[in-house]
């Protein structure tokens, strides 16, 4: 069973500090995104990552930075959070195939909150 | 780069009753078109999806038919049940190679199955 975790459920923090969230894959999966969800907007794509040390710039990347040092583990940096960065941050990984699967496979999210 | 659109953004049915979603695309090397439902307080999973090589999919009460000509896809769930409300998101990916492994999605469907 696939299994993508990030590190915290809830965070609150304060504009201007520097905001680490981590997801974790445990399938071994090459592909790895971080998503924000906010209503009505649907799922917008920050950063992605294909393998280890190398990252794509998604639709959204303002404002974010990334890191993957570990084929498992992909983090998402809010170098200065600001309010507009209040929003559910969504982890997600895949497996690269030329087949059929090409499911994304999601943490349960963090609720990030910047007062 | 991709845009696609989902509509509607709200949608209730009474119980038995179908529902359809529809999106468009408008990137036309986009080839799989996968749909995610995300309950409440859950995470997305993918529900159903299909390739360009294929007009229709289905997998029992939901079903899925893809017309490229005119870049849109839709979603059809016959015989809607409770646990169908939830909100539905479409999107859109371009063939397997370079950085082209991301989705994008629509803005979202919440659909209400009334009893």
């Known amino acids: 069973d696939v299994k993508v975790t990030q590190s915290s459920r809830y965070l609150v923090k304060r504009t201007g500090e520097k905001v680490f969230l981590e997801c974790v894959q445990d399938?071994?999966?090459?592909?790895m995104f971080w998503y924000r969800q906010d209503p009505g907007l649907g799922l917008r794509l920050i950063y992605f990552?294909?393998?280890?040390?190398?990252?794509e710039k998604g639709d959204i990347p303002e404002g974010y930075s990334v890191s993957r040092e570990k084929k498992e583990r992909f983090s998402l940096i809010l170098e200065s959070a600001s309010t507009n960065q209040t929003s559910m941050y969504l982890c997600a990984s895949s497996r690269w195939t030329s087949g059929s699967n090409r499911e994304q496979y999601f943490g349960p999210g963090t609720r990030l909150t910047v007062t | 780069g991709e845009n696609v659109e989902q509509h509607p953004s709200t949608l209730s049915v009474q119980e038995g009753d179908s529902a359809v979603i529809k999106c468009t695309y408008s990137d036309s090397a986009s080839n799989y078109f996968p749909w995610y439902k995300q309950e409440l307080g859950k995470r997305p999973q993918l529900i159903i999806d299909i390739r360009s090589n294929v007009g229709e999919k289905k997998d029992q009460r939901i079903a899925v038919t893809l017309n490229k000509t005119a870049k849109h896809f839709s979603l059809h769930i016959t015989e809607t049940q409770p646990e169908d409300s939830a909100v539905y998101f479409c999107?859109?990916?371009?063939?397997?190679?370079?950085?082209?492994?991301?989705?994008?999605f629509g803005s979202g469907t919440q659909l209400t199955v009334l009893p």
């Open positions: 399938m071994d999966h090459e592909n």
């Open positions: 990552s294909y393998d280890v040390k190398m990252k």
């Open positions: 999107a859109a990916s371009g063939p397997l190679t370079g950085s082209a492994r991301q989705l994008t």
